[in-house]
Nanobody
């Protein structure tokens, strides 16, 4: 059982930046990992995901609405996940949840992953 702990959320003015982190209780280098978010009254939305393929190559997926503004990465110890968010917009507001899956169930769809953190709130002020 992998436990994930999200951190780094907060409030920021539109156009600002925030960095989120996710610490895993075990090495999850071979897992698919990522973030999804949910705003009040809205459905869960995939933000970004990352996975290691054959030959240790890393691939990432970004939702169109965050592409070019957000960057997902894994720590060198492969038990942490980071999301660097820049040029933030009010519509980026929501609860951001880190998730991981050993079998990459759902592919890039982080909402299908087995393990989830408790979430961290991001509020972007207009």
């Amino acid at each position: 059982q992998v436990q994930l702990v999200d951190s780094g959320g907060g409030s920021v003015q539109a156009g600002g930046s925030l960095s989120l982190s996710c610490a895993a209780s075990d090495t999850v280098g071979s897992y698919c990992m990522g973030w999804f978010r949910q705003a009040p009254g809205k459905e869960r939305e995939v933000v970004a995901s990352i996975w290691t393929g054959r030959g240790s190559s890393t691939s990432a997926f970004y939702a169109e609405v965050v592409k070019g503004r957000f960057a997902i990465s894994q720590g060198s110890a492969k038990n942490t996940l980071h999301l660097r968010m820049s040029a933030l917009k009010p519509e980026d507001t929501g609860m951001y949840v880190c998730a991981a899956d050993a079998d990459c169930t759902g592919g890039y769809d982080v909402t299908e992953y087995t393990y989830r953190g408790q979430g961290t709130q991001v509020t972007v002020l207009s």
